[in-house]
């Protein structure tokens, strides 16, 4: 008989050990993802506005009218300050494909703003204004791609 109470007691301290060791990894995965969300919604804020910083500096660059001999380098410098560039990496890693592909589109098309207007494009050109409208489309392309990802009712 002593050998059913002490195996019982093993028993119970098992059970009670298990429960607990799987709570407390279900708890961590909730953690887990809950931090990865938040990551992922401040990287996608970080992104976005850091596009707009760029179109904005982009535009108003062109509108300036720099000498020709100043306006590639300056445009290229207005390009790269806003960092884009690193936050597309940190996409790239934590974020589901579509979303870096979206990223990628948006940001091509800045590319191609830039490089448009250090061949001289003005900002009224039919040129520059396809862009305009590609780098919208591109945008909230992005947008909903990203509100999919993290949840958001449409």
């Known amino acids: 008989m002593e050998w059913l109470s002490l195996a019982s007691t093993t028993l119970g301290a098992v059970i009670g050990v298990g429960s607990t060791l799987i709570a407390d990894r279900l708890s961590w995965r909730r953690e887990r993802a809950g931090q990865s969300f938040d990551v992922r919604r401040q990287l996608y804020a970080d992104y976005t506005a850091a596009l707009s910083r760029m179109r904005t500096a982009l535009n108003e660059a062109a509108q300036a009218n720099l000498p020709a001999q100043e306006r590639p380098g300056r445009l290229r410098e207005l390009f790269l300050a806003p960092g884009a560039y690193e936050i597309r990496h940190q996409l790239a890693i934590t974020a589901p494909q ?39 489309a591109a945008v909230a392309d992005l947008r909903k791609v990203m509100r999919r990802d993290l949840g958001v009712a449409e």
């Open 98 to 136: 579509a979303v870096v592909e979206a990223a990628r589109t948006a940001f091509v098309v800045l590319r191609e703003t830039r490089d448009l207007l250090i061949d001289g494009a003005a900002t009224e050109s039919p040129a520059y204004t396809e862009l305009e409208s590609r780098f919208d």
